[in-house]
Structure formats: C-alpha cells, structure tokens
C-alpha cells in the first residue's frame, strides 16, 4: 500500500511521536534492571541525546534502539513503499546516534547502546555480560 502522505507532510507526522515510554523497550529495560537489583539509574535526566536511562553517578548514558528506527545490522528492514522517505529517516536516526555519543562523550559521559532485540530473553545472559563488562553487575 501506498503512503497516503507526501514526504513532507509524513515527516510532520513522524516529528510527533514521543520517543519515551515505549513497554517494549525502556520499561522492558527497567524491569530486567529491578530484577537484577541494579540501582542507581534515573530516566528523563536531562542530558544531550535524551537518554532513555542514565546513570549520574557513572556518567553512564543508556539508549534502548529500536531495531527499526535505528537500523538494527541484524534485524533491519527497509519499506519499499516511499523507500526514499525510509532511507532517510532511518539513515538520519544512525547519525544523530552517533552525533549524540560523540557529544556525551566529549561532556564526560559513556554511552552504552542497547538494541531491542537484546532485551528478550533468549538474549539475556549476554546483555548481562554487557552490563559486567561496564561496572552495573560484580
């Protein structure tokens, strides 16, 4: 099917969807942190990039993306219907991830990405290595 939009009027409706909140991701997230007993996190800090998560006392930075909107290598997937209007936006997302953890980076903060797909369980023991290698888990 078609988009019923044009680009610039898709674009304004895309503009206005919030980016937090969303269960299967941040929350998913939080509940994987509370059932681990980590502690220390706040959500809605007001940093560069807007953090999902972030860790003030660690300087650490906590992004949870979507494998869609932020072209996930693994899972990916490029509409064909107004491909041109996809390839942008999602091409963009991937630079301003990457224009964000340049940013943190320089202001003293780590970043530490999270893809969706590490938040399911079949992934969990691996985002929990993650997590050791970073200081969040002994």
């Given at each position: 099917?078609?988009?019923?939009?044009?680009?610039?009027?898709?674009?304004?409706?895309?503009?206005?969807?919030?980016?937090?909140?969303?269960?299967?991701?941040?929350?998913?997230?939080?509940?994987?942190?509370?059932?681990?007993?980590?502690?220390?996190?706040?959500?809605?800090?007001?940093?560069?990039?807007?953090?999902?998560?972030?860790?003030?006392?660690?300087?650490?930075?906590?992004?949870?993306?979507?494998?869609?909107?932020?072209?996930?290598?693994?899972?990916?997937?490029?509409?064909?219907?107004?491909?041109?209007?996809?390839?942008?936006?999602?091409?963009?997302?991937?630079?301003?991830?990457r224009?964000?953890?340049?940013?943190?980076?320089?202001?003293?903060?780590?970043?530490?990405?999270?893809?969706?797909?590490?938040?399911?369980?079949k992934?969990?023991?691996?985002?929990?290595?993650?997590?050791?290698?970073?200081?969040?888990?002994?």
């Amino acid at each position: 099917m078609t988009d019923v939009f044009d680009i610039s009027k898709r674009a304004d409706v895309m503009s206005r969807i919030k980016g937090h909140g969303n269960k299967a991701t941040e929350l998913k997230l939080i509940s994987i942190f509370k059932s681990e007993s980590i502690h220390g996190w706040r959500r809605h800090l007001p940093l560069f990039g807007k953090p999902d998560l972030a860790f003030p006392r660690l300087r650490l930075a906590v992004f949870v993306d979507g494998c869609f909107w932020h072209g996930c290598p693994k899972h990916a997937t490029w509409p064909k219907n107004n491909a041109e209007f996809w390839r942008y936006k999602i091409t963009r997302n991937m630079e301003r991830d990457r224009e964000v953890n340049r940013e943190l980076r320089i202001r003293g903060w780590r970043v530490f990405r999270i893809w969706e797909h590490e938040l399911t369980l079949k992934n969990r023991n691996r985002l929990l290595y993650r997590f050791r290698r970073i200081g969040l888990l002994d």
